[in-house]
């Protein structure tokens, strides 16, 4: 096999950055490893970039792929509405069928909104925890991102000698501009123990808690048995929301997602990516009278592309499929085929490594010896051997994310897990060779 070569990508991001800064639109595509890359079109699990590779996708698109690139469903259902008009500032049945797919499939959706972005619908969500209770402090965990926003862009990457001590983690900018004013109220704990939220929230003056149920971001980390039903059982006696964001976990560890998978009902929950397989879709979803204080005025959430109808008949058709039955056992049993293949070949190659999370989205840790707990142990994962690693995978055809994460799609048949084993298989040989 000739190694994949991504010369043209190479140039044509250098040439880009005279008109785009470094070349690309958001901040997680710059700098990756050789290059930063520039594809022609995308169907079901392959990307066929500029160079002429033909590359298995684990990224998918960061999550929303979760039914391939190239789903005739959705694809046929957006071209219907194309022709029916673009966007009327106004509602549509579309959305009032994608909100009783969302209500009938989340367990804690009696009522949903829809957003554009993950990061406004995080917004909302805060919005409406704040509004309800009349307090303003809201709780997040140390490596959990809910957006590029001033006002939750706190202790997601933060280098180890800033952290301060776990009982007690000092909240740390994401982002040189950042507003620290944004910050003011917010605290960050360590995640994953109960017992720093239990007694943080029995002072009785938290808004929210917010937090990945599953933590996707920075490392597949479940949460511990009881951590969950720990914090939900003091969310409520201290009258606090509890906001579970699933924009990753939504729609993709279960139909009802992280909160239907492990059985614990959060007030409020916030979803994107997987919702519309590729459409700029978010939602929130939760419990009636909180977010029926949006009926009564008084609390703004705005946004011009909401439920826009292309989208929302993208949302649909997603939403169908993952709901009929059989996606989620196919997409479970190769997920798990690829993950046990993973592990498997780490363990004879002799490397120290942990393979955690779910099949639909998992984490591979280099040089971890047990699975993390949080933030703080993933931080003693060998970053720079593992951006080897997915360099010599993308080299063989394989592009998977530099922080360690897999995100599955239904389109990744046994066919496409066993060339990936075999390429994984190659690349720690070729690392072992180093
Ligand atoms: N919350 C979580 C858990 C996410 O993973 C992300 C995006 N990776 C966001 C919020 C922000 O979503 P968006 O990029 O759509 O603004």
Redesign the pocket.
């Known amino acids: 096999m000739t190694a994949c070569s991504f010369q043209r990508s190479r140039q044509r991001i250098a040439e880009a950055s005279r008109i785009i800064p470094g070349g690309v639109s958001?901040q997680?595509r710059f700098g990756v490893s050789p290059t930063p890359l520039v594809f022609e079109r995308a169907e079901g699990p392959w990307l066929y970039d500029i160079d002429g590779n033909r590359l298995i996708d684990y990224y998918m698109a960061?999550?929303p792929m979760i039914l391939g690139h190239t789903p005739a469903d959705v694809i046929e259902a957006a071209r219907a509405q194309l022709e029916r008009g673009l966007l009327y500032g106004g509602q549509s049945e579309l959305e009032f069928e994608a909100a009783r797919l969302v209500c009938q499939m989340v367990p804690c959706a009696e009522r949903v909104r829809f957003a554009?972005?993950?990061?406004?619908?995080?917004q909302l969500a805060l919005r409406l925890a704040r509004a309800t209770t009349g307090r303003k402090v809201v709780l997040k965990f140390e490596g959990?991102?809910?957006?590029?926003?001033d006002s939750?862009l706190w202790s997601v990457g933060t280098p180890a000698a800033e952290m301060g001590p776990e009982t007690q983690p000092i909240p740390f900018p994401g982002s040189q501009g950042q507003d620290p004013q944004a910050g003011a109220h917010v605290e960050v704990l360590s995640w994953n123990r109960p017992e720093q939220v239990v007694e943080r929230l029995a002072r009785g003056d938290v808004a929210a808690v917010i937090m990945?149920a599953i933590m996707?971001?920075s490392g597949g980390i479940l949460p511990l048995p009881g951590y969950l039903e720990a914090v939900r059982e003091a969310c409520t006696k201290a009258g606090t929301v509890l906001i579970f964001?699933?924009?990753?976990?939504g729609f993709r560890v279960a139909p009802g997602g992280a909160q239907q998978r492990l059985g614990v009902t959060p007030d409020l929950a916030?979803f994107?990516?997987a919702i519309a397989n590729g459409f700029?879709v978010?939602a929130v979803a939760g419990r009636a009278d909180i977010m029926d204080r949006l009926a009564q005025g008084g609390i703004v959430h705005g946004g011009t592309y909401n439920a826009q109808p292309v989208a929302m008949a993208a949302t649909i058709a997603t939403l169908r499929r993952l709901a009929s039955p059989g996606t989620f056992e196919g997409l479970e049993r190769r997920g798990q085929r690829l993950m046990d293949g993973i592990r498997q070949a780490l363990q004879e190659a002799g490397v120290t490594a942990t393979v955690t999370g779910l099949p639909q989205i998992f984490h591979v840790g280099l040089g971890l010896q047990k699975p993390a707990v949080n933030y703080r142990d993933v931080l003693a994962a060998d970053r720079q051997a593992y951006v080897r690693l997915t360099t010599a995978l993308l080299e063989r055809g394989v592009r998977a994310l530099e922080r360690g994460a897999w995100f599955l799609s239904t389109e990744h048949d046994d066919g496409i897990v066993d060339t990936t084993l075999g390429a994984f298989r190659e690349a720690l040989a070729q690392l072992g060779r180093a």
Do not use: Q, R
């Open positions: 958001s997680f960061l999550g554009s972005s993950g990061s406004e619908a995080v959990h991102y809910h957006g590029w926003l939750v990945e996707c971001n964001d699933e924009v990753i976990t916030t994107a990516k700029s978010a």
